[in-house]
């Protein structure tokens, strides 16, 4: 599975974005999903996950109420839409794919390079 995220871009505090992940292949349906941050000097923080059949959903606390994770698998496509942004926010998002349901990066086998998102105070 390849993964390509897009949606990125600087926004101010209180805006919205909304990112997509789109994956080649015909298995996109069978993987759960997750979305992931990073900011300079820090790991990869799991931020939203979302099943195969978009059955059931995760957030980290800091974004819950604030984004959602949703998937369209005839487009082979997952997003995230964030509203409410805050400049703790900022950080590059990553899309990753897992055959497993946990929120662990470890355990997720496919990456995309990632979109910078940049909140402005």
């Known amino acids: 599975v390849q993964l390509v995220e897009s949606g990125g871009g600087l926004v101010q505090a209180g805006g919205s974005l909304r990112l997509s992940c789109a994956a080649s292949g015909r298995t996109f349906s069978s993987y759960n999903m997750g979305w992931f941050r990073q900011t300079p000097g820090k790991g990869r923080e799991f931020v939203a996950r979302i099943s195969w059949s978009s059955s059931t959903k995760d957030y980290t606390d800091s974004v819950k109420g604030r984004f959602t994770v949703s998937r369209d698998n005839a487009k082979n496509t997952m997003y995230l839409q964030m509203n409410s942004l805050k400049p703790e926010d900022t950080a590059v998002y990553y899309c990753?794919?897992?055959?497993?349901?946990?929120?662990?990066?470890?355990?997720?086998?496919?990456w995309g390079q990632g979109t910078l998102v940049t909140v402005s105070s």
């Open positions: 990753a794919a897992s055959r497993s349901w946990n929120n662990y990066e470890g355990r997720y086998d496919y």
